[in-house]
């Protein structure tokens, strides 16, 4: 069973900074494109960043001055470093990966349980 594993979250105060990992728990046979996206209450999910197998990132405008973020490939982990967290960052953000499970399997994406940050002003 493939499960995204994610931490990280927390409680912190505005201007300090975080970082959020997501690790692919269960046995692929590749990892392509992983993210992450975020749900703020009463809104929409939202993208946040993604970034390619190869290390192509894409940031949403919001975010793209004050995060940064990478993978271990070898890991099949991604990370999210964010830096000057606002009150409106504040939201569950859920960990994304399109994944080959097995070689009779097509590409899929997984979704992680979400971890809570919020920012207090």
């Known amino acids: 069973q493939v499960q995204l594993v994610e931490s990280g979250g927390g409680l912190v105060q505005a201007g300090e900074s975080l970082r959020l990992s997501c690790a692919v728990s269960?046995?692929?046979?590749?990892?392509?494109?992983m993210g992450w996206y975020r749900q703020a209450p009463g809104k929409q999910r939202e993208l946040v960043a993604t970034?390619?197998?190869?290390?192509?990132?894409n940031y949403a405008d919001s975010v793209k001055d004050r995060s940064t973020i990478s993978r271990d490939n070898a890991k099949n982990t991604v990370y999210l470093q964010m830096n000057g967290l606002k009150p409106d960052d504040t939201a569950v953000y859920y960990c994304?990966?399109?994944?080959?499970?097995?070689?009779?399997?097509?590409?899929?994406?997984?979704w992680g349980q979400g971890t809570q940050v919020t920012v207090s002003s």
């Open positions: 269960g046995r692929v046979v590749s990892v392509g494109i």
């Open positions: 970034i390619t197998s190869g290390g192509s990132p």
């Open positions: 994304n990966a399109d994944i080959v499970r097995t070689a009779l399997e097509y590409r899929r994406g997984y």
